[in-house]
């Protein structure tokens, strides 16, 4: 068994979905990427495995989690070689394979792999309906990091402690509950199509969950102490106004919307300019994600607050293109995005989905991307996303 961090995995894949564009059908390799990291979210399944599993060296695992707490928590996916079910993660990558599957349906069909993108979603979000188990209670976290890492096995035989640690009123945790609920109302809009009576069951969830997020704030670390050493978030304001921004995209419910503008200034939506896209920093999503509601037209009175918003996003996407007059994302010497020295591959990849994403909205209007040393057309900005794509791929294998 090696260890794999997740995140990189999770969000290589979302790198796949981002080159995979119908010009690029015609090369098996990617459709075999698409498929290979859709493999590994079964591998990394805990819980009463389905007959129709692909990875059948895995079985189940994790039968009892949520027993002693009298809850079911069974399901879900393990962090990486460890076998802690960390929430915050969890979601951003549900999240993540959501986004996915809305900007790249058509290819994800004509690969034949939008019912494993399905699958793998809902195995997701089947779990969190579980961890949701009161409209203001969300279980975070099953297992302990430190204990688990000490004791190397297989999920199937583990011995280590499963226990389960909540959110609720006297213990938030806004970040995680946010996460949560934006992943929640991002699935909501990829099962529309194919299951709307479960899409409407998740969107239940993930108002129940904003709510709870943005009423009762605080950091999930705080009261989950034992995910700190691990994921240690930096604030919570990005994933209420992530949140909020994908509720407006499932529900059209201008409250949502009018919530991102009320407090795009206090929560830093339309101040902060950044150069990353993680699990921990969703800046850059929520400033892409509305960018495309005022260049579709549906800005009205918001219009003024929402130009702040892009004006944003092309920071983000002139800095990772490296005409941001000076203030540009660091490049290695082969001119891949290197943000951290830890697991630098998720950030590359995650940045690359979004400058795909950016890409499509700007062509579907045809704009232009306006950086200070330079006017990019999108086609620019799409041929630097699949840079990232060959480098990462490299550096991978």
């Known amino acids: 068994m090696t260890m794999m961090n ?9 790198l796949v979905l981002t080159i995979i564009d119908a010009s690029l059908l015609a090369f098996a390799d990617y459709g075999e990427a698409v498929d290979k990291s859709l493999l590994f979210f079964e591998a990394q399944r805990s819980g009463k495995l389905p007959g129709t599993q692909r990875v059948k060296w895995r079985g189940d695992s994790g039968l009892y989690d949520g027993y002693q707490q009298k809850v079911n928590l069974v399901g879900g996916y393990y962090d990486a070689g460890d076998h802690v079910k960390f929430g915050l993660p969890m979601a951003y990558s549900v999240t993540m394979l959501s986004w996915g599957a809305i900007e790249y349906g058509t290819s994800m069909i004509n690969l034949n792999q939008m019912g494993h993108v399905l699958n793998a979603i809902k195995w997701g979000t089947d779990y969190f309906i579980k961890a949701h188990s009161q409209p203001n209670v969300l279980w975070g976290q099953v297992g302990d990091g430190d204990s688990d890492h000490y004791c190397w096995e297989r999920a199937e035989d583990m011995t280590t402690p499963r226990t389960a640690y909540k959110l609720d009123t006297e213990h938030p945790g806004s970040d995680l509950a946010g996460e949560t609920a934006a992943a929640m109302a991002a699935a909501a809009i990829a099962f529309r199509p194919y299951n709307s009576s479960y899409s409407d069951l998740l969107l239940v969830h993930a108002k129940q969950l904003f709510w709870f997020a943005d009423r009762f704030r605080g950091l999930f670390t705080d009261s989950i102490p034992s995910a700190r050493e691990f994921y240690t978030s930096s604030g919570y304001y990005d994933e209420l106004l992530w949140a909020a921004t994908w509720l407006y995209r499932a529900t059209k ?12 200034a206090s929560m830093g939506g339309t101040g902060w300019a950044v150069k990353e896209f993680s699990w921990d920093n969703k800046y850059a999503g929520v400033q892409i994600l509305l ?30 293109h490296q005409k941001n007059a000076g203030y540009n994302a660091p490049l290695t010497p082969g001119g891949l995005l290197y943000l951290h020295e830890w697991n630098n591959m998720q950030y590359a990849a995650s940045a690359a989905f979004l400058l795909a994403v950016y890409s499509d909205y700007l062509s579907a209007v ?15 900005l799409l041929a630097f996303a699949k840079s990232q794509a060959c480098l990462d791929s490299i550096h991978i294998s």
């Open 6 to 14: 997740p995140k990189r995995v999770f969000t290589t894949f979302l």
């Open 291 to 320: 960018s495309k509601v005022l260049m579709d037209g549906y800005g009205g009175a918001y219009t003024a607050t929402l130009k702040q918003y892009q004006a944003k996003a092309d920071y983000f996407a002139c800095a990772c």
């Open 366 to 380: 045809k704009n232009v991307l306006k950086c200070p040393d330079a006017s990019v057309q999108p086609q620019e």
């Open 253 to 264: 419910d201008e409250s949502y919307l009018k919530y991102v503008v009320d407090n795009a």
